[in-house]
Nanobody, 119 residues
Framework: QVQLVESGGGLVQPGGSLRLSCAAS????????MDWYRQAPGKERELVAL???????NYTGSVKGRFTISRDNDKNTVYLQMNTLKPEDTAVYYC?????????????WGQGTQVTVSS
């Protein structure tokens, strides 16, 4: 059974930092691309950052220079270090594991963790 369990969310003041973690089980973690998505109230879910199996990363423009995604394959965990947080970063953050098998995309999702940036 595949499980992705996020942690590390909470309430932080603008300009503060948080580190999210997503621990995976039930998959061969090292071969999956790991993504962080977020969904704010009334908005669609958006891709925030990804890290592929080779360690390559990509970020959406609004978080470049502030967020850093990393992975520890020994711990089956992906992290999202979030610095200089802004109120517009407030959202539920979701972890996603994905890979392609032929023409089929395999996706697994965590349950989400709330991040609230407010004074």
């Amino acid at each position: 059974q595949v499980q992705l369990v996020e942690s590390g969310g909470g309430l932080v003041q603008p300009g503060g930092s948080l580190r999210l973690s997503c621990a995976a089980s039930g998959i061969i973690f090292s071969i999956y691309t790991m993504d962080w998505y977020r969904q704010a109230p009334g908005k669609e879910r958006e891709l925030v950052a990804l890290i592929n199996s080779g360690g390559g990363t990509n970020y959406t423009g609004s978080v470049k220079g502030r967020f850093t995604i990393s992975r520890d394959n020994d711990k089956n965990t992906v992290y999202l270090q979030m610095n200089t947080l802004k109120p517009e970063d407030t959202a539920v953050y979701y972890c996603n594991a994905n890979r392609w098998v032929g023409s089929h995309s395999i996706n697994y999702w965590g349950q989400g963790t709330q991040v609230t940036v407010s004074s």
